[in-house]
């Protein structure tokens, strides 16, 4: 199916996935998880989770193999690639590439529904617990699909609090409750607080944590937008832009605060999100600035 795994397209801490062809000649991505994962809790998690899914907007499980201490998945191909080659403007070969504001609203616009659609739409609840740029793959129409299901959770709809999850996520996208549950119930809260993160990045096009800043009051995003919001929606993310642009770059800032709020309850729905993303940026307000 891969050729012998000829053509690589990435790789992580789950292991390595390769471009593939089915007989029928539809083009899919195939992840061979990491030998080392400890019983095949996080490809359980991954078939679990993705077999309930159906929606535009979270990526397609084609199949899956099993057999002894190999494991892989089989998905869609994404032609474009994962959103953090865009936003970092590294393409293939380092090449720069740059999407326009529109673009960027709209991929946020369907993440944030494929996010509802985890949360609200499914028989049972799945929160995700990775939200990141590296875990969004883009279509040939720049749709966004969520991927990467290895760390999510189930729980019943009407269920709203998860306990015992242990910390799992990603640095710079992790819920502050997550790791430390003075901060409030774990919930799916701690997944809009991820999207909020990632908000960040989109708008910033920089990693919101730089492993190699001296302090992490310097590197902390939210706090780097909130120091450059000279006044209530004035703020310079070097560069210029058009007045529409610069209407989207205000609502993504503005919701990217909410959903960023330290204190979970604090923090919008992501049906809430949906809400703000749509509606008038009139109707916005700022958030306090986060602790």
């Not at 969520?146 to 996208?173: M, P």
């Not at 901060?183 to 960040?200: I, N, T």
Request: proline share 4%; net charge negative; with cysteine.
């Amino acid at each position: 199916m891969t050729n012998k795994f000829k053509d690589k397209l990435g790789e992580g801490g789950y292991g390595s996935v390769y471009k593939g062809k089915l007989p029928d000649g539809r083009l899919v991505a195939v992840k061979i998880l990491s030998e080392f994962k400890e019983n095949g809790e996080e490809f359980m998690n991954e078939v679990a989770s993705i077999s309930r899914t159906s929606h535009v907007n979270i990526v397609t499980l084609l199949g899956f193999c099993f057999e002894r201490s190999k494991r892989a998945l089989v998905y869609e191909f994404m032609p474009n690639g994962s959103l953090d080659g865009f936003i970092y403007n590294k393409g293939p070969h380092n090449q720069s590439r740059q999407l326009e504001w529109k673009t960027l609203y709209n991929i946020a616009l369907g993440i944030a529904r494929g996010l509802e659609y985890l949360h609200q739409g499914c028989n049972t609840r799945i929160l995700h617990f990775d939200i990141k740029p590296h875990n969004i793959l883009l279509d040939e129409n720049f749709c966004p699909k969520i991927s990467d299901f290895g760390l999510s959770k189930l729980c019943e709809r009407k269920e709203s609090i998860i306990a015992n999850t242990g910390t799992r996520g990603t640095v710079g996208y992790i819920a502050p409750e997550v790791f430390c549950r003075n901060f409030g119930s774990v919930s799916h809260k701690s997944d809009v607080y991820s999207y909020g993160m990632m908000l960040l990045e989109m708008i910033g096009g920089r990693k919101n944590i730089d492993i190699e800043g001296s302090q992490t009051s310097e590197t902390y995003f939210p706090s780097w937008i909130n120091n450059h919001l000279d006044q209530p929606m004035n703020f310079n993310l070097n560069e210029v832009i058009a007045e529409e642009e610069e209407e989207i770059t205000k609502k993504l800032v503005t919701v990217s605060l909410w959903c960023t709020q330290t204190n979970p309850i604090d923090r919008p729905s992501i049906t809430k999100v949906l809400e703000m993303l749509q509606g008038s940026l009139q109707s916005l307000v700022l958030p306090p600035q986060p602790t």
